[in-house]
């Protein structure tokens, strides 16, 4: 998944919009829940950075959210010089 960062917030909100728990919706996205809270990042510290992670597991949280990676996933900079 070259080219793409999680954005750990924006998947944070969407798990909540659609009503998941953290614990609950790791074991249904097939990670662990303190891999997932890496992944969302840090809550008392938003500047600091997210753990990426591989594209499987991207694919994972998007399908058990239903919902396109481009929700919570942004594209670096080198993908967007590349689409210009």
Request: glycine share 8%.
């Amino acid at each position: 998944m070259d080219g793409y960062l999680v954005n750990g917030r924006k998947l944070r909100a969407l798990r909540e919009r659609h009503g998941h728990r953290q614990a609950p919706f790791a074991r249904l996205a097939g990670v662990s829940r303190s891999y997932l809270k890496d992944v969302e990042g840090p809550v008392n510290n938003p500047d600091a950075p997210n753990l990426q992670p591989s594209a499987v597991v991207v694919y994972r949280i998007a399908s058990a959210l239903g919902v396109d990676i481009t929700e919570f996933c942004e594209p670096t900079d080198d993908t967007k010089a590349g689409a210009a």
